[in-house]
């Protein structure tokens, strides 16, 4: 193969990479939007709790993958309905902006909390034997691999789940009408909480995954990577959970070829550059809805 | 002189047709109704009239200046005012500042002059307070200048709302559902009350009600629309004998 | 007893005279205590801290809590009005022949962040909570990542040796300043349609309320104070970077403006002063001298793991209280109350009843 032609396929391979990690935090943040339309600002922290989990299961109980990632994304669930119960539930039909603050002090709580816990950033173990193969030129990594299936499996699970069995369709009523569809007998504050478990159990995936890609974890790191997921959900249109799995693979392309022509910290300014002209040209994104609002 | 003309106004929502066909001739001093059942578009064309919506087609014209395409505060500054069909108040606000707030466009200081309190800020503040406590005077509410506008009883909000829309000095007040939730005693004396505004502020009056007793009782001509499309114009007496009228609207039972 | 210190507080209330002198007793002790070290240097640095806090949450205020639009952009604004005073004392501005000129540099760094607000307003005309919440991040995000890419102020290593020319007077100044203009604001048309755009925005556009104009002004006043701000942080902290305008001082002041109360200036005052001296007491330090005269057997072990990991627990706290303040007072301390002596006597009278006995409801406003 031509030197060009390698070359962009082991970009492409990269791009696919960081994209499966933002589509899975990328569902959390629109499946609780779709349910609440609320921002739920704390998620990119549940995605680091994720990782953190997933060091301590790996380090301190010594368990191998498969447990490790289960473990994780049991802990991350829970965190996540905690969350939603404590901090969101009681304000439920506050002003939007006492959501949003609220969802913004948990997320810091979070970090810092997690500071407190662990002043030094960790190493999570290479749980996997990670072999690489040369495929005229390209390598490919079983990681990579790995990554990529585990979270395209887990994104046909979601949308399974979501279009075909009772929780899902119960998800999507809730999501259209919050004052009537209860009265059908559908327990709102239990699907409301099995969304919250439901998109933090994936944050957590996300996070082992990512530890497992970028073994060094900090209690900082979710937030760029949870606003570059938000970033995706807005691009594929929030609220929708394809759109969210197309967003992240665009954002993942856009930052892998910015990185491959410009020095690396442009990243994040086309990144929100990209976020603010698409707010612009197309708020609801690529296969969200425009809402309209009535006078 | 007409004061208010509009010629085949359209408007969609997406696809749908909210509004068919709409022509109206408002001359000066007159009071109109629009009547119609629920979905006709009366509300739709308030909207298009203030500006809350851009009509798709045709032409609104106050005082030969054509409103389509205005913002709604240009147009309310050309001095027409408005109430709404589910209250909409500044409820945190006081009873006096939801009146104060309609005097924006009527107030004249510049920023820098309202950045300083320094100008003409002191002499046009103490004007619109005038103002503002006379309208609440006339409205019996002067009592309640401090009250929070969500405070005050369903009645005295409607009032409030009344207020409201001639502090902006209106020359055409458009009335969205005056008389909803009132009993019939409340609706007479509205009746009165609004005969009396129109007279004191020389105002000319379009209303959309669905009380017929108030409709019949004070309108000078009588718009009927169903599913954006006129469907007859005329005085109420004409109105409440039009066969298509009482096929499509008043059908069902006895007119009041 | 209740009605005689009711009567007591209404007799100090009506002595508005009062309001005037405490400034310039204020004015004098600004410039009294540092000539004669009245207070110790630390004491005077966190008074100073308190002062630029109180700008910065303030005029947010004005757009989070009076318009009640949800800007994240503050620290970026900050940023802006830091790096133009900084750049123009460094290499512009011979402040150290002629430090008069001080208080050019700043008053730029304030115009150039009422600038970029003037940008920043644009996107608040179509769209409103989350999604200005989202514009508002994206371009703090913009600004810094647009600092960090500019090697000639220093990229992502910052300006370092900035010269230390931010003094008690001039922060009472500033402070005294941003109150006295937002507050004139609010007390007037244009304050009251932003007030109206946080209630209602349709209606009030359609009670004749320019709402367009009426968002650039907020945002210019909101971003200018913002500015000054910054600049004076920059040249107190001698030091800017990057980093210290990020998400986390924007939610600094937003803690501030949430815990004193939206839409109230004695709300922000009272924020900003609890929220800075709380996490000073907070500091490990201060709290190691405040419980040194406990019993070593007491205080040895608290020491040891309280005090010394306070640093950290602070900020594990601060927000916490943040959630705890949303849920259970979501408009904070003094939430759409304002202290009467910042009331214009002309709006106190027109609110009050026509009786002869003007009736009044405490500190108060109705709105």
């Given at each position: ?295 | ?8 106004v359209?408007h ?35 909207n298009l009239?203030?500006g809350v919506y851009r009509a798709s087609e045709g032409?609104i ?6 409103l389509v395409g205005k913002t709604p ?184 | ?367």
């Amino acid at each position: 193969m031509s030197e060009g032609i390698v070359y962009w396929l082991q970009q492409a391979l990269n791009a696919l990479q960081l994209g499966s990690i933002y589509a899975l935090i990328a569902l959390g943040y629109t499946m609780v939007y779709g349910i609440l339309t609320m921002i739920n600002f704390a998620h990119g922290d549940v995605f680091m709790i994720g990782a953190f989990f997933c060091f301590l299961a790996a380090v301190y109980l010594g368990l191998p993958f498969v447990p490790t990632l289960l473990l994780t994304m049991l802990g991350a669930a829970l965190v996540g309905v905690m969350i939603e119960r404590l901090a969101y539930k009681p304000l439920r039909h506050a002003p939007r902006v006492s959501a949003i603050i609220t969802a913004l002090g948990i997320g810091i709580f979070l970090e810092n909390f997690t500071l407190a816990l662990a002043p030094y950033p960790k190493n999570i173990p290479p749980l996997l034997e990670n072999v690489t193969w040369d495929l005229g030129g390209v390598s490919l990594s079983s990681l990579q691999v790995i990554i990529i299936f585990l979270s395209l499996g887990l994104m046909f699970v979601l949308d399974y789940v979501v279009h075909r069995t009772p929780v899902g369709i119960a998800m999507r009523a809730i999501s259209w009408d919050k004052t009537f569809v209860p009265l059908m007998g559908v327990p709102l504050d239990l699907i409301i909480s099995v969304t919250f478990a439901i998109g933090a159990g994936l944050a957590g995936a996300a996070g082992t995954m990512y530890g497992l890609a970028y073994p060094v974890i900090d209690p900082y790191m979710g937030i760029m990577v949870g606003w570059k997921a938000f970033i995706s959900a807005v691009v594929g249109g929030i609220g929708n959970i394809r759109g969210a799995m197309i967003g992240a693979f665009i954002l993942g392309g856009v930052e892998i070829m910015v990185t491959a022509f410009f020095p690396s910290t442009y990243r994040d300014f086309v990144a929100f550059t990209l976020l603010l002209l698409l707010i612009v040209v197309r708020p609801y994104g690529i296969l969200g809805q425009p809402r309209t609002q009535k006078v | 002189m007409a004061l208010l003309v509009a010629t085949r106004v359209k408007h969609y929502f997406g696809g749908l047709c909210a509004v068919a066909d709409f022509n109206l001739e408002l001359q000066s001093g007159e009071l109109v109704g629009v009547i119609g059942p629920n979905g006709a578009g009366k509300t739709t064309i308030f909207n298009l009239i203030t500006g809350v919506y851009r009509a798709s087609e045709g032409s609104i014209r106050l005082r030969d200046i054509e409103l389509v395409g205005k913002t709604p505060h240009q147009i309310t500054a050309l001095r027409v005012g408005r109430t709404f069909q589910n209250i909409r108040l500044f409820r945190d606000l006081s009873v006096l500042d939801n009146v104060r707030i309609a005097h924006y466009a009527q107030v004249r200081y510049s920023p820098l002059e309202a950045l300083l309190h320094l100008g003409r800020y002191r002499r046009e503040e103490e004007r619109i307070i005038e103002n503002s406590r006379r309208l609440l005077s006339i409205f019996k509410l002067e009592h309640l200048a401090g009250e929070t506008a969500k405070n005050l009883p369903y009645g005295s909000q409607r009032r409030l709302e009344i207020a409201r829309a001639l502090a902006i000095d209106p020359e055409l007040l458009l009335l969205d559902e005056p008389a909803a939730g009132m009993n019939p005693n409340e609706i007479d004396q509205l009746m009165e009350f609004i005969q009396w505004i129109r007279r004191e502020f020389q105002l000319t009056i379009l209303l959309i009600e669905h009380q017929m007793k108030l409709v019949m009782g004070i309108c000078e001509r009588i718009k009927v629309l169903d599913f954006g499309e006129t469907l007859a114009e005329g005085p109420p007496e004409a109105i409440q004998n039009d066969p298509k009228v009482l096929e499509a609207y008043l059908g069902e039972g006895p007119v009041g | 007893m209740k009605t005689m210190r009711n009567a007591g507080w209404e007799w100090l209330m009506a002595q508005r005279w009062l309001l005037p002198v405490l400034i310039a007793v204020g004015f004098v002790l600004a410039f009294a205590i540092p000539e004669y070290n009245l207070l110790n240097k630390y004491v005077q640095l966190v008074m100073m801290y308190v002062g630029i806090n109180i700008i910065l949450t303030v005029s947010l205020n004005l757009v989070n809590g009076y318009m009640g639009e949800f800007s994240l952009a503050h620290a970026g604004f900050m940023a802006v009005g830091a790096y133009t005073a900084a750049l123009l004392t460094q290499k512009v501005l011979p402040v150290a022949a002629y430090p008069g000129l001080f208080p050019l540099a700043v008053l730029a760094g304030g115009l150039m962040a009422a600038l970029l607000g003037l940008i920043v307003a644009v996107p608040s005309f179509k769209v409103r909570g989350d999604y200005l919440a989202i514009i508002t991040l994206a371009f703090l995000m913009i600004v810094k990542s647009v600092i960090e890419n500019i090697d000639y102020i220093g990229g992502p290593r910052g300006i370092p040796g900035i010269k230390r020319l931010t003094t008690l007077p001039w922060v009472f100044f500033w402070t005294v300043v941003s109150i006295w203009v937002v507050r004139n604001f609010v007390y007037s048309k244009y304050g009251r349609g932003v007030l109206s755009i946080r209630e209602d925005e349709i209606a009030s556009d359609l009670m004749s309320v320019n709402t367009r104009r009426v968002k650039f002004l907020a945002f210019m006043v909101s971003s200018f104070f913002a500015g000054i701000a910054g600049a004076l942080f920059a040249h107190l902290l001698q030091f800017i970077s990057p980093r210290v305008f990020d998400i986390i001082k924007t939610t600094d002041v937003l803690i501030m403006v949430y815990l004193g109360g939206i839409a109230s200036i004695a709300g922000s005052i009272i924020g900003a002063t609890v929220y800075t001296v709380l996490l000073e007491l907070l500091r490990p330090s201060t709290v190691a001298a405040m419980l040194g005269w406990l019993p070593a057997v007491v205080f040895d072990p608290l020491n040891e793991y309280f005090i010394r990991h306070l640093g950290v627990w602070r900020m594990v706290i601060m927000p916490l209280a943040l959630v705890l303040v949303m849920i259970f007072a979501p408009r904070g301390i003094m939430g759409l109350r304002e202290f009467r002596w910042f009331i214009p006597r002309r709006d106190l009278d027109a609110h009050r009843r026509p009786t002869v006995h003007g009736g009044s409801h405490g500190a108060a406003r109705s709105h």
